[in-house]
């Protein structure tokens, strides 16, 4: 796949659609709370089976008695505080996990309208190069890719890049964890200006966490003079 040939595809609003995997926060916060609830009713019921020796009429008798969980080695203020939760928590998190997965089918196509029209506006498919950083993402370390900009020629840019990995090839454990942080602060998780990153970078350039698997990522910076956020977008396939 060539970028003239994903620029193409980009140029509609349905073949953006069928291109670009993007997901809101929405669906993101919907599917954890619905997952969460469903886990937490889970370990309710394994618990409840375990103590009423797997006897259905018991177990659904005390599912919503929340003195029939225990928490032992506790204070007694905690114990009562993760009680309420643990029996509680997933008869709230599994109906707003369900409303925002709703909220979010309903809507998914004027927010795709919307995100199509602020990329027209000042977005660019740009290609990815490993900047040789990972960074933290919760538990997780994730590697960090540079995104070209259109102005900047495929070898000015891959040299940046390049010259980028071995600065980071070269510092010791210390500072390349320093370095890591720095990146999470300058906004490296979202999508963020290479410049914030590191003096002499070019802003033009987007850092970013890695983009699925392909060489190509979308960028759709913040309108100018607004304090809003990069959108770093994979492309599906």
Known sequence: MTLATVQHQLSTPD?????????????????????????????????????SDWSWR??????FDAQAIEFSGSRAGRAEVWRFLYV??????????????VVHVATRR?????????????????????TGLKVKN???????????HPSIPDETFDSIALQYQTQISALDKKALKAAAAAAVKAGALKGTSAAA???????????APVQGKGEFA????P??????????????G
Do not use: H
């Not at 509680?88 to 997965?101: D, K, S, T």
């Not at 990153?197 to 350039?205: D, F, Q, R, S, T």
């Open 15 to 51: 073949g953006f659609a069928k291109a670009v995997s993007a997901r809101s926060a929405t669906f993101g916060i919907g599917l954890t709370s619905l997952l969460l609830g469903l886990g937490g009713i889970a370990m309710n019921l394994f618990q409840l089976g375990s103590a």
């Open 58 to 63: 018991l177990m659904f008798r005390y599912f």
């Open 88 to 101: 509680y928590g997933p008869l709230v998190l599994i109906p707003l996990g369900i409303i925002l997965l």
């Open 110 to 130: 004027s927010a795709g309208a919307a995100l199509f029209a602020d990329f027209q506006a000042r977005g660019w498919v740009g290609k990815q190069r490993y």
């Open 138 to 148: 919760g538990n997780n370390d994730v590697d960090t890719v540079f995104i070209s």
């Open 197 to 207: 990153l590191a003096p002499g970078l070019p802003a033009e350039v987007t850092v």
């Open 218 to 221: 979308v960028v759709v910076p």
């Open 223 to 236: 309108a100018p003079g607004t304090t809003g956020k990069y959108r770093v977008l994979p492309l599906k």
